[in-house]
């Protein structure tokens, strides 16, 4: 069985912050993870995914995350929040192609001006 | 470029009323699946397809029922509208061959009073 945990249910950082979003996976065979953004009353919009290449995986609007096996872990990271960064963020699990894609419950992330 | 497309947009049934939401997709992509989102639950699964003709369930099918006919539409049928089906439901693609990103559709608000 595959899953993922997101911990806490909202973030809130001041701009120009660091931006850190934990994701934990738990998976029997090599996951493929991603991490998905929700804008208010948007579907969701794919920001990077892992698939076994490089563990660190730069994604759109200056985000990206590591993948950790020994942690089994795969966190959002950015360097500098920006206002239009608040929304919120799925992390996900999928261990095929065909496979049903798992998600976590989502954080809810807040941008102080 | 119309990728995933959902219809209606928003949806307001009686406790006992049938519908069917509508999903279409012109990638020719061989897995959909619905999702609903409720809050603090992420996105759950109700049911998928690796290809026409083909249909599982997911975490969450009761009440629902689904088919594929053809590889571009993917419809979700609601039997008999409960409260406890008032939710936000998602379409997803996928090709089905590589990493499996998911394409989302922009979700079908439902109301069951």
């Known amino acids: 069985a595959q899953s993922v945990t997101q911990l806490g249910s909202h973030v809130s950082v001041s701009e120009g912050a660091l931006v850190l979003l934990r994701c934990n996976y738990s998976?029997?065979?090599?996951?493929?993870l991603f991490w998905y953004v929700q804008y208010p009353n948007q579907g969701l919009q794919l920001l990077l995914k892992?698939?076994?290449?490089?563990?660190l995986v730069k994604g759109i609007n200056g985000f990206e995350a590591e993948f950790k096996k020994s942690e089994t872990s795969f966190h959002l990271t950015k360097p500098s929040a920006h206002m239009s960064d608040a929304a919120e963020y799925f992390c996900a699990v999928r261990t095929g192609a065909n496979s049903k894609l798992t998600f976590g419950k989502g954080i809810t992330l807040s941008v102080r001006p | 470029n119309a990728g995933v497309t959902q219809t209606p947009k928003f949806q307001v049934l009686k406790t006992g009323q049938s519908m069917t939401l509508q999903c279409a997709q012109d990638?020719?992509?061989?897995?959909m699946s619905w999702y609903r989102q409720d809050p603090g639950m992420g996105l759950r699964l109700i049911h998928y397809s690796v290809g026409a003709g083909i249909t599982d369930q997911g975490e969450v099918p009761n009440g629902y029922n689904v088919s594929r006919s053809t590889t571009e539409d993917f419809p979700l049928r609601l039997l008999s509208a409960a409260p406890s089906q008032t939710s936000v439901y998602f379409c997803?693609?996928?090709?089905?061959?590589?990493?499996?990103?998911?394409?989302f559709g922009e979700g079908s608000r439902l109301t069951v009073l």
């Open positions: 990638m020719n992509h061989e897995y």
């Open positions: 997803a693609s996928s090709p089905g061959q590589n990493t499996g990103e998911l394409f």
């Open positions: 892992y698939t076994s290449a490089a563990t």
């Open positions: 998976s029997s065979v090599p996951p493929y």
